[in-house]
């Protein structure tokens, strides 16, 4: 087999020349001499490694990570789900009676007991309690505090639609992710939450196509606490991130109902498609690099990135850019530069490669993923690879016909504000399918996984499961 051809450069070697040319050399080495037939999925490794961080605990160096508890046990469940293993009632409870612990006397959960409230670890702790949890009392779904959480959610909400992630701290679209996430699940959702929030989504997109983590372009912070407007936008604030931009375009999918139910505004907010698909395909990493994702321009690959650049193709197709199966995902609104991309399809990126990069480099001999050889293992690359991974090998997209069914089955709760907004969220969220025949699977179905939900980070089962409990709905069997 030819070795692969090295990246291009200009003669004029520099630090960041250097290390790419270096990682190009280590990953060269975990090249499979048959492409079809790259190392296994080594689950009992896996297993065993999610095992002992869970009972036994996390070792020393994870206490830098204090602040980062729900996402300790969000990777570690959630990884447990995507592999189709499923807690026993001990640790489940065990689970449950931890995440409890975590949430905020005054509304949504903090990274630890007694820690400040926060957006990330509040995803994390319901996404969490949506694996481990259920109805009913010592439950956990039942002890969340939704109204002190609604409140909490409005009181970190600014003038230009975007949300602070905790008091006094940042805004950043991660945290406005994880809020959408988390008022879907709970049934949280009003016109007041969302207003204005697209309008600052799309502002974050930057000149590459990918989304910043921020923008401040209408308004002022004043050291007084007040806001001055401005009178000309500014431009994006930060460089293209693949974080960054999976969470801002999730978002952009689940705010596009509250969007439709404006139609007659005079102007809504766009984002450019023809740019970010551009972005994330350059994103993929050559052959030397195995197909493997970076998360920047100019970057070295990563495999979390797998999950953060590779799982933005489901959405895209979800809009009817880049779809590779010829499903009608419904009209889009979204105006879009030189003309349509639905002549596009998925050849745009290379599912087998990343499959291989997962499965070649990103697994380490003892057990867990990681983001490169030599790097160590770690529950965040551990989920976020095995989240690349299913991303890349099932076929997941919204179902008319499913769609369909989950509406016919919707019953009508008067005493509930918004019932469109409401109805037509829970629609959108659970009409996702996967499409029958159509995995991806690199070396056969000793290394499949679990099909994981494009927007949420959940399976499609916990998903149902939490949102038919919060909205009051008996959802029908998939046929």
Known sequence: MAQPRRSPDDHYFTDTSDIQSETESILSKHIPLDPDAPHPLQKNQHLQFLVRNLIQGFPSRYTSQDASQPWLLYWTLQSFSVLGVALDPDNKQKAINTILAWQHPDGGFGGGPGQHAHLLPTYAAVCAL?????????????????????????????????????????VDVRGIYCLLVVAHLLDLLTPELLDGTPAFIASCQTYEGGFSCASQPYFSAEADGSTILLDTIRPPLGEAHGGYTFCSLASWIMLRPSLNLQEKADHLPTINYQRLMRWLVQMQGGEIELGGFRGRTNKL???????????????????????????????????????????????????LSLQRYILCAAQHPAGGLRDKPPKSADAYHTLYCLAGLSTAQHNVYPSPARRADVAAAWQLHPEYPHEELRKTSFLEALSWSEEEGGSHVLGGSVNRVNATHPVFGLTMTHTEGIMSHFYKQTIPRRK
Request: net charge negative.
């Open 301 to 351: 690959v990563d495999g979390c990135y797998s999950w953060w650049v590779g799982g933005c193709f489901s959405l895209l197709a979800s809009l009817g850019i880049g779809r590779g199966h010829g499903h009608d995902a419904g009209p889009s609104t979204d105006a879009r530069d030189d003309g349509e991309w639905d002549d596009v399809d998925e050849s745009v990126w290379n599912r």
């Open 130 to 170: 949506a694996i481990a949890g259920r109805p009913g009392p010592g439950g956990g779904w039942d002890q969340i505090d939704r109204e002190k959480m609604y409140k909490f959610f409005m009181s970190l909400k600014q003038p230009d639609g975007s949300f602070h992630v905790s008091h006094d701290a940042e």
